[in-house]
């Protein structure tokens, strides 16, 4: 194994499917939002990565109750059709799935592997922004459970995102790595909990997929299409303001990530994080995942935050974290 480092970036920024529906809208609520991602999308640019490695998650699409593992490294991917995402065949590099897979089960991480990962808007959309074509630039999805019970702790995550970090340390490699979704906000009317389900139809569906029962994964993901868009229209409108929007948590854990001291987040309890941000709070695995690697990668990366608002339209406390670059593209020194 090699132990020289490799170069480093790192962003973390949401996934929300509302980007997408807001995208060409002038909303002067978004305009900061987008100035920093756009930032975010150039810093990429110059750092011009050899490898994008990805934590995401998936919305009861690709991955559903029938087995739902915790941790899943995509051998190959293609993204599909859903809402907020873009579809097409990620550039998944085969060698390096495999070589990641087992150095983590080599050091006793229990991880699923997959050659046929349907990914969601949970990966395509920020690798829509960071790259334009989804096959542009070689790319590792990493697939976190989010959002079912029961999840992996925030310390497990923290640990995975350190033993990946470790892995692409020794590959010489200029690697991205992007964490993706949060801050807080809530999913379960739109993806419920299998206790929670409306009915045996959804409860069917959140099972097997749309392979049995009478909601097909088309009716599902026009269902949530059409769900997402008057949430979109209502927000914007004016007539609605999403009350699950905890600014005091997002911001302490912002400032939290901010630190670098990860190792806070092993005493945040699944709970704790549901009473504070919802459901889809879930997804700061996402970003302590990510994090943990970027710094485990290169121990003397910094992080800062540059965005959050509660303010947005897109139902989620908005935030971006990033590492920043000099204008060559190389770690500051």
């Known amino acids: 194994m090699n132990n020289n480092k490799s170069s480093v970036y790192l962003a973390c920024v949401p996934h929300v499917p509302l980007t997408k529906i807001q995208e060409e809208w002038p909303v002067e609520a978004n305009e900061v939002f987008w100035q920093s991602y756009k ?23 690709g991955i559903h109750l029938k ?3 915790q941790f899943v490294v995509a051998h190959a991917a293609v993204a599909i059709d859903d809402c907020g ?5 990620l550039n998944v590099p085969l060698d390096i799935a495999t070589a990641l897979t087992a150095e ?4 006793d991480f229990d991880m699923a592997s997959s050659h046929a990962m ?3 808007h949970g990966f395509s959309n920020p690798l829509h922004y960071f790259l334009g074509d989804l096959a542009a630039k070689p790319v590792l999805p990493i697939h976190i459970n989010t959002i079912s019970d029961p999840r992996p702790t925030l310390r497990r995550c923290r640990q995975l995102g350190e033993a990946v970090g470790r892995f692409a340390r020794s590959l010489n490699k200029r ?3 992007l964490g993706t979704g949060g801050l807080s906000h809530q999913t379960d009317f739109v993806f ?6 409306p009915n045996e139809d959804v409860r069917d569906y959140l099972v097997y997929g749309g392979e049995k029962g009478p909601i097909s994964r088309e009716s599902w993901r026009n269902g949530v299409v059409v769900g997402m868009d008057k949430l979109s229209h209502d927000i914007v409108d004016g007539g609605f303001r999403a009350p699950w ?5 997002d911001r302490k854990f912002l400032d939290v990530l901010s630190s670098g001291e990860f190792e806070s987040f092993d005493s945040w309890t699944d709970q704790d994080v549901l009473d504070a941000a919802g459901y889809g709070g879930s997804e700061i695995r996402l970003w302590i995942a990510a994090a943990a690697a970027a710094k485990a990668c290169d121990e003397t990366l910094e992080l800062h935050q540059d965005f959050y608002s509660a303010e947005t339209t897109f139902a989620v406390g908005a935030g971006v974290v990033h590492s920043k670059l000099t204008s060559t593209g190389q770690r500051p020194v």
């Open 39 to 61: 930032a975010r999308v150039e810093e990429l640019k110059a750092f011009d990565p050899e490898l994008v490695v990805i934590f995401g998650g998936n919305h009861l699409d």
């Open 67 to 69: 087995l739902m593992p």
């Open 85 to 89: 995402g873009w579809p097409g065949q």
């Open 104 to 107: 983590l089960v080599g050091n």
């Open 118 to 120: 349907d990914v969601d």
């Open 175 to 177: 690697v991205a790595f």
């Open 192 to 197: 419920p909990q299998y206790h929670n389900a």
């Open 245 to 249: 929007i905890n600014e005091s948590w």
